[in-house]
């Protein structure tokens, strides 16, 4: 495995990497690990310009049209 050393961090980091350590029960090295396990391992989220794209083409506008339920009892027909 590799090491990493992380030089002028602000005390401000380095006390909220221990409290964060502290309510996990672990290490303040533990929890930079899984810090950065979390952030750069993580599966990507999608834009949702991309989630849209990918939903499928079923129909044509016309065919999702309101149906006066009151006015015509066999919608299916």
């Given at each position: 495995?590799?090491?990493?050393?992380?030089?002028n961090?602000?005390?401000?980091?380095?006390d909220?990497?221990?409290?964060?350590?502290?309510?996990?029960?672990?290490?303040?090295?533990?929890?930079?690990?899984?810090?950065?396990?979390?952030?750069?391992?993580?599966?990507?989220r999608k834009?949702?310009?991309?989630?849209?794209?990918?939903?499928p083409?079923?129909?044509?506008d016309?065919?999702?049209?309101?149906?006066?339920?009151?006015?015509?009892?066999?919608?299916?027909?």
């Open positions: 495995m590799a090491n990493l050393i992380v030089r961090l602000q005390p401000g980091i380095v909220a990497l221990k409290q964060r350590a502290a309510r996990h029960g672990r290490s303040a090295e533990a929890e930079h690990r899984a810090l950065l396990e979390e952030v750069l391992l993580r599966p990507r834009k949702l310009a991309e989630a849209l794209a990918e939903i083409n079923v129909g044509r016309e065919d999702f049209e309101r149906v006066d339920d009151a006015a015509d009892k066999d919608v299916f027909d």
